[in-house]
């Protein structure tokens, strides 16, 4: 069993930064490949960043790219989303899930959810 609990969260103006955490508990959530989505409302849930346990990533979005990184930190079991440049079209609920095995972008791949942290961005 992992527990995932994302933090980071609030409001901020474009052109800002935030950085989302995702803290991870359980004997080995340091082996589990862990994938941010978000979903904004009235949208679909969409794929944004994923990283395996030795730090291969990938990024889904194409309009994050460029914007956001992902990165982990084994030795505190938690991986960041580090979000540059914010715009208002980024403001949706970030969730952040972990999978044992590699990197996937399917949403239904994930075995563990966190509650979601909320990213409001103001024009």
């Known amino acids: 069993q992992v527990q995932l609990v994302e933090s980071g969260g609030g409001l901020v103006q474009a052109g800002g930064s935030l950085r989302l955490s995702c803290a991870a508990s359980?004997?080995?959530?340091?082996?589990?490949?862990v994938g941010w989505f978000r979903q904004a409302p009235g949208k679909e849930r969409e794929f944004v960043a994923a990283?395996?346990?030795?730090?291969?990533?990938?990024y889904g979005v194409d309009s994050v790219k460029g914007r956001f990184t992902i990165s982990r930190d084994n030795a505190k079991n938690t991986v960041y989303l580090q979000m540059n440049s914010l715009k208002p079209e980024d403001t949706a609920v970030y969730y952040c899930a972990a999978r044992w095995g590699g990197l996937s972008n399917r949403g239904d791949d994930y075995n563990y959810w966190g509650q979601g942290t909320q990213v409001t961005v103001s024009s």
């Open positions: 990283i395996t346990w030795i730090g291969v990533r990938t």
């Open positions: 359980g004997r080995t959530a340091s082996k589990y490949a």
